[in-house]
């Protein structure tokens, strides 16, 4: 059995995401038969607006991303911030890049998934997860949304917890609040879901 490449392809700014990333890569990793790898898309920020928004440095042990190498990917998970109720910039700036795959349909049947972070209720957790599937859709990816499947961590009202049936999330408040453990264990889940899905779906 051949071994399914799963990749976890995110932006961070502030490092929310960039937790949950990880934690994504953890779940899919676990799935035996499942190489899962992180990638960075690029920043778009001048360095020297992104000292004024005191953003801390890019993680070193994770390569940029370029369009053309998510053709290599059997599955594919996007985590990014809202900006806005949306992805960022940079995101979108990314997606744009991938004209000539989205041309040739080279991405089409290839299942995707999403994850993000956002400020607070307000900050588009579950319009940032709508307004992405639309990237989704134009390659011709099967996006692969949560449901319940995540189970009584779905119905949680007893702590503050990002994440839908769109895909899993955290909250970041005023910056200072972290992916909770409940967060935490979501993105594994979902990086395992997902993992699961691409690899019954290339054997």
Known sequence: MSTTKVYIVFYSLYGHVE???REVHRGAAS????????WQVPET???RVLEKMKAPSKPND???????????ADGLLFGFPSRFGMMPAQFIAFFEATHELWASQSLAGKPASI?????FYGGGQENSALTAVTQLSHHG???????????????????V?????YGAGTFAGDGS????????????????YVAEIAKKLKN
């Open 62 to 72: 994770v390569e940029v991303i370029k369009p053309e190498q998510l053709v290599d």
């Open 141 to 159: 990816m099967l996006y692969v949304p949560l449901g319940y499947t995540f189970g009584d961590g779905m119905f949680e009202m007893s702590e």
């Open 177 to 192: 609040r972290q992916p909770t453990e409940l967060e935490l264990r979501q993105a594994f889940y979902q990086g395992k």
């Open 31 to 38: 799935v035996d038969g499942v190489e899962a790898s992180l």
């Open 45 to 47: 920020l001048p360095e």
């Open 19 to 21: 937790t949950m990333a």
């Open 161 to 165: 917890k990002g994440g839908s049936s």
């Open 115 to 119: 994850f993000w972070s956002t400020g």
